[in-house]
């Protein structure tokens, strides 16, 4: 069948992503809540507010069963903000963490399946109204709910009563379509602002044919005469208004109806898909009886709003692919070697003019795809909270440098990765066991840390937990047993030992549980921090706690390089990694025989690598009068790479291996990717910090 009616496939992207946000917001306030315990005016006039948009848009669409679904769980709501003298309702937050999640699954459902059939929602339909039941005291309270945070307290405040209504008659654009639909989506959203006492017509959610009507004479709104100021701004920030009117009544003569029309600016056709997590605070908007500071008020609103729209990821790619091919382009034609020798002044003056506006066009594109890690860091508030309950364990997440950047690709394959590891934290990391903590003189509460930061050109995210430890030799039993072991066991460092808890089917739970012990999980951590250029490293010390070190690039885009060469082959280092480069005579050479070839600058002794050594290439170039050096710098480590000679600074654009060579572990050599010429040859790409690692 087909997901939506005819005429609204365009609109399908807009509802998934709308409502997906949405739903994150939702969790962010039931976790926030349930944390301290009470709702305020505010966390119910958002829930309500964004149960009112996902029920509203759905209907729209066409999906009823989410409709249905997310109507029951704004009904529970309702009752909680109106009735003072409640139950327990500490039940209310795993009802509605259920709702949202079989709402995200089938959104994704949607998403991913041609033939897509709605699912039968009925059993969470009764229990979410059992438990509006339960708030109304039609059904007794659920005493055998374990209450494992304070029950929301009913909002302090509220709407001042009046007892004088207002009217109000709004328009919409002509030949939008669907208008019953857009006036029950508007009708939601005043609703959030005051009491409705009454609209017409009257059936616009269900009844297509109030469409027709609407379009020719408007759709009718009662309300709170007090709250005009609220339901003009809800109006005004409205899509495909064209204008709207005050019907009021003369006090002095009830029989006698002033209409006072008050023209709407224009409404811009927004395609305002983001939504913002707190609205800035907006100022009152002028008594209606005023027609021109409305009109100004409106207009100087549209003027200075930013306008925010959702692309699609798949054409940013297109964008960043043809950037690179232009920056590839550029680099033939300005280095095209039949152009050696010439005197071209005019020439290299508008190369140069080239350079700079691809520079510029290549940071915009840059810009536009990189988001912040706020996003899935904020999702592990959920699964530390769900664990917390199932495994009976106190645990505090802290959550560090979420604003930190990296490309939206990137931020895509960190979902899963971050979830395996925090659920590994809290399932085999943090202790059993509050007496084991205390007794190792630790406090009663465990805590995860997820943090990030930048560190020379890339982004270093760290998982770890204050728990037991990873036991060394544990780890290696388990992998002799399973034939793991690539070496002999007496081999092994304890580093390499923890890091073999990433290997496929590895796992040091004996009992499959329903977070872990399938082995599975972990190696998917490893597959998908790589797939985005990115490595993990495990660290641990017994009876202290375990640290995952993920270490991903900012972006898998363009970089700023030097070109070497080792024995005719091309090389290029990232520009961030070089901290010097320099020639040096046979007799500055220290040797060690434990530790090789070295040179001593500035009063520190750093080792040397020799690149054709290293990379099993051929060179006349072996004395280091003859060639060159470059001290590069990782995470505090440094080396000396002696090559040929350099070849210059180029922008490149890195070129991934084919999926086919990842079985030999390149990146593990020290090779992160190729990159295209200016004359159409290859040049590989050093990863600095592989390349000092191993």
Do not use: W
């Not at 999640?101 to 041609?114: C, G, H, M, N, Y």
């Not at 034939?483 to 580093?495: A, N, P, V």
């Not at 025989?593 to 750093?606: K, L, S």
């Not at 060579?661 to 020290?670: E, L, V």
């Amino acid at each position: 069948m087909s997901k939506v009616e005819p005429g609204m496939e365009a609109m399908l992207d807009a509802y998934l992503f709308e409502s997906e946000t949405l739903l994150e917001q939702l969790d962010e306030i039931l976790l926030r809540t349930e944390a301290a315990g009470v709702f305020t005016d505010e966390d119910i006039n958002e829930i309500f507010r964004i149960m009112h948009t996902v029920k509203g848009s759905s209907a729209m669409m066409g999906f009823e069963s989410l409709q249905k679904l997310s109507h029951k769980g704004e009904d529970m709501f309702f009752l909680i903000r109106e009735n003072t003298n409640l139950p327990d309702t500490a039940f209310v937050y795993d009802l509605v963490f259920r709702m949202s999640d079989l709402f995200k699954a089938e959104i994704v459902l949607i998403q991913s399946d041609d033939e897509y059939i709605p699912t039968d929602f009925s059993e969470i339909l009764t229990e979410l109204e059992h438990g509006a039941d339960m708030l109304s005291g039609k059904a007794p309270a659920a005493a055998s709910q374990p209450a494992k945070a304070s029950a929301p307290a009913k909002p302090a405040g509220g709407k001042k009563a009046g007892s004088d209504q207002a009217t109000i008659r709004i328009l919409f654009e002509h030949g939008i379509e669907m208008e019953n639909l857009r006036a029950f989506l508007l009708l939601n959203k005043i609703r959030e602002e005051t009491d409705v006492a009454d609209f017409f017509p009257a059936d616009v959610e269900k009844d297509p044919e109030t469409a027709h009507y609407i379009a020719e004479h408007g759709f009718t709104i009662t309300f709170k005469a007090d709250d005009k100021d609220n339901v003009l701004k809800t109006i005004e920030s409205a899509l495909n208004i064209e204008s709207y009117e005050f019907i009021e009544s003369d006090d002095s003569d009830d029989s006698t109806v002033e209409e006072e029309i008050i023209e709407s600016a224009p409404v811009e056709p927004e395609a305002v898909i983001e939504i913002a997590p707190k609205p800035a605070p907006v100022e009152s908007a002028p008594a209606p009886n005023n027609v021109a500071a409305v009109n100004e008020k409106v207009n100087a609103a549209h003027g200075g709003k930013q306008s925010i729209i959702s692309v699609n990821l798949a054409k940013l790619d297109q964008l960043h692919d043809i950037v690179g091919e232009i920056i590839t382009t550029e680099s033939m034609v300005i280095s095209n070697p039949e152009l050696e020798g010439l005197q071209l002044e005019s020439f290299h003056k508008a190369a140069r003019e080239l350079r700079k506006l691809t520079d510029e066009l290549q940071d915009t594109v840059m810009s536009i795809r990189m988001v912040p890690l706020s996003g899935p860091f904020s999702k592990m508030n959920r699964i530390v909270r769900d664990m917390k309950k199932a495994l009976g364990k106190d645990v505090d997440l802290i959550i560090e440098g979420e604003t930190t950047e990296v490309d939206k690709s990137i931020v895509d394959n960190l979902n899963d990765p971050l979830m395996h590891l925090v659920r590994n934290c809290m399932d085999h990391g943090i202790e059993k066991n509050v007496e084991d903590r205390i007794k190792n003189g630790k406090s009663a509460k465990a805590h995860i840390k997820l943090s990030a930061v930048n560190a020379s050109g890339e982004v270093i995210i760290t998982v770890s937990d204050d728990g037991g430890g990873i036991n060394a030799e544990k780890v290696l039993d388990k992998a002799e047993r399973n034939g793991l072991l690539m070496k002999s066991r007496s081999d092994y460092t304890e580093r390499e030992a923890h890091n073999l808890i990433l290997l496929p089917g590895f796992s040091t739970n004996e009992a499959v549980t329903e977070y872990s012990g399938r082995g599975v999980g972990m190696d998917v951590v490893k597959q998908n921090i790589e797939k985005c250029g990115g490595t993990i490293m495990v660290e641990s010390k017994l009876g202290v706690g375990t640290n995952f070190i993920i270490k991903i690039p900012l972006t898998l885009a363009i970089i700023e390089g030097m070109e070497i060469e080792v024995g005719g082959t091309i090389f290029t280092i990232p520009i961030s990694m070089i901290k010097q480069s320099f020639k040096i005579t046979e007799d500055q050479i220290i040797r060690d025989t434990q530790r090789g070839e070295m040179i001593m600058i500035r009063g520190v002794c750093y080792p040397i690598m020799r690149l054709h050594e290293r990379f099993g290439i051929y060179t006349d170039v072996t004395n280091f009068e003859d060639g060159i050096l470059l001290l590069v710098e990782t995470e505090n480590k440094s080396v000396c790479l002696f090559s040929d000679k350099l070849l210059g600074e180029q922008q490149v654009v890195v070129k991934p291996f084919p999926a086919y060579f990842s079985r030999y572990n390149i990146k593990g050599g020290g090779l992160s990717g190729c990159t295209i010429m200016g004359d159409g040859s290859i040049a590989l790409i050093i990863d600095v910090a592989n390349l000092i690692e191993n």
